[in-house]
């Protein structure tokens, strides 16, 4: 790890000595199982952390609870003032915390620095919805009657998260909430726990700083069965997840069988549509960027090109022809496009999907490999691969967490195309790539894509914080981030106040003592 700067980039986010198996911080600490974390990108040890025991989590769950009295009354705009503060240490901590992120979850530096700068973006919009946390001012019915709504603090919420976004979706969740007045207990990916214990360290400064408990932002460490003492738990009532649709599905029915509200961002199937009136040159660095870009490893990559049979050849050509300019290598290089997956077990699930997807008719357009050698000791590099593949076939209805391209042909109308690309249980991103406004149109329109996200002359994958994120269908349901998703964080509140000396009933009931 001495490569890079990684050492001072451990120091500076307080990493020094997780080696061992202890970290600091009241809510970092743990008992239980040993995590180790190795980094996909040269397979090295990087540090371990213990899992936390059933006594500790209800240690957190203390912690939590007693922070949330009064944080919940402080005034939102100074909690807001908190959150500015977390946003500047990001702002003084972006490399390490990126190179943290490249180094731990593989994906590219300049990458891991977007992670962060999103972590930043999303501070800023809480500290400025800290003061427009606004409700509605209906009419009564009655006279002299006054009826609005207000937005109050829900309580603790726990946060499960994915190993491929390991840092900024925590803050999607965490910033929101805190501005809401809630605290939060965050479980990170167990394959990138110290991502977890270095934004835990960070934010427990600012606490520290400014006098506040620490149990207004927890960590919990473990794998599904520390997730299940959250969703479990009725002092949680709200439990936002990203991940897998199996993992969405359990998590969404054992919150719901104690009446608790999930938010759950899970699998996308995401297509570009690309129709004869398509910029060739903008769909190529959108399509490659989105397969490519992470190793397909974000809910929003690029796993479907759906493209018109007249351009069909062009597009074919020109995508291959990119794919051989990919380097694919140590994230951290700044010259190689395409780093590692998570581990050997994304790597045997992209094999498996390739086997399959073969035995079900695919044409082989750029093979893929599993790389070996210098530089790819860890075994978790595999070579971008696209497959000419049908819409029909299972292995293009399921998502793989790799970067396998189907290429999708249509004729005729644009109709056929939305039809393929809604044709899958997924509804998490989409685009259309076209100049001509009646297609664009069509395509957002209530006939169009049924996705939580649907982009015309732009890719699948990158979406800007400012807009609700998340999908339809088997993706969850759930919006994070920006626009009004803060609301899912807080409860309403109607209010109706009678301010004469009598007292008529609502619906005109005579009701006379
Ligand atoms: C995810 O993959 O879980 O839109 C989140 C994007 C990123 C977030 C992805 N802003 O690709």
């Keep these: 790890a001495s490569a890079f700067g990684l050492d001072t980039a451990l120091k500076q986010l307080g990493l020094k000595e997780i080696n061992d198996g202890t970290s600091t911080g009241i809510n970092s600490f743990g008992s239980g199982e040993l995590i180790t974390s190795y980094s996909p990108v040269d ?23 007693t922070a949330f009295k009064d944080w919940k009354t402080m005034p939102a705009p100074q909690r807001g003032e908190i959150v500015r503060q977390f946003g500047e240490k990001l702002r003084e901590l972006k490399e390490p915390l990126g190179k943290l992120v490249s180094y731990e979850m593989g994906k590219s530096y300049q ?22 946390l606004h409700g509605l001012t209906m009419h009564s019915e009655r006279p002299g009657h006054r009826m609005y709504e207000q937005y109050h603090p829900l309580g603790v919420v726990g946060i499960i998260s994915a190993f491929n976004f390991p840092v900024a979706v925590w803050a999607w969740n965490t910033a929101l909430a805190w501005v809401s007045g809630d605290v939060c207990v965050w479980k990170p990916s167990e394959k990138t726990p110290l991502c977890g214990v270095a934004c835990q360290n960070i934010i427990a400064e600012v606490l520290k700083d400014n006098n506040l408990p620490e149990g207004i932002s927890c960590l919990i460490n473990g794998d599904y069965k520390v997730g299940e003492m959250m969703t479990n738990d009725k002092r949680i009532p709200l439990v936002s997840a990203t991940g897998s649709i199996r993992m969405g599905k359990i998590v969404a029915q054992a919150v719901a069988a104690r009446l608790g509200k999930s938010l759950l961002e899970l699998g996308g199937n995401n297509a570009i549509i690309v129709t004869p009136d398509a910029d060739i040159k903008m769909t190529v660095i959108g399509a490659v960027f989105g397969a490519v870009g992470t190793a397909g490893q974000r809910c929003t990559s690029t796993r479907r ?14 995508v291959v022809d990119a794919y051989k300019q990919l380097r694919i290598g140590n994230p951290l290089d700044e010259n190689n496009h395409v780093g590692p997956l998570i581990d050997t077990d994304a790597v045997a699930m992209y094999n498996a999907s390739l086997k399959s997807v073969l035995q079900e008719g695919g044409q082989i ?3 893929g490999e599993v790389l070996k050698g210098d530089g790819y000791e860890s075994g978790c590099y595999v070579k971008p691969a696209i497959v000419e593949a049908d819409n029909s076939f299972e292995t293009v209805q399921e998502e793989t967490f790799a970067p396998i391209l189907y290429l999708l042909k249509y004729s005729g109308s644009v109709e056929n195309a939305i039809a393929q690309q809604n044709g899958v249980v997924q509804g998490l991103s989409s685009a259309i790539m076209t100049n001509n406004l009646r297609e664009a149109e069509r395509f957002l329109s209530a006939a169009g894509s049924d996705c939580g996200i649907a982009n015309v002359n732009i890719g699948t994958s990158g979406a800007e914080i400012g807009g609700a994120f998340g999908g339809e269908k088997e993706t969850g349901g759930g919006r994070e981030s ?5 609301k899912v964080y807080m409860r309403r509140q109607t209010n109706t106040i009678n301010y004469t000396t009598e007292l008529p009933l609502a619906q005109g009931i005579k009701f006379d003592l």
């Design 43 to 65: 397979g090295e040890l990087i540090g371990k952390v213990k899992a936390t025991t059933k006594a500790e989590y209800e240690k957190v769950m203390q912690a939590a609870t």
């Design 111 to 132: 990458e891991g620095l977007g992670e962060v700068q999103e972590m930043i973006d999303i501070c800023d919009f809480a500290v400025g919805l800290s003061r427009q």
């Design 305 to 318: 090109l759906i493209v018109h049979e007249s351009v069909y050849d062009q597009v074919k050509n020109s």
């Design 365 to 367: 357009l750029v093979e």
């Design 482 to 486: 920006g626009s009004d998703a803060w």
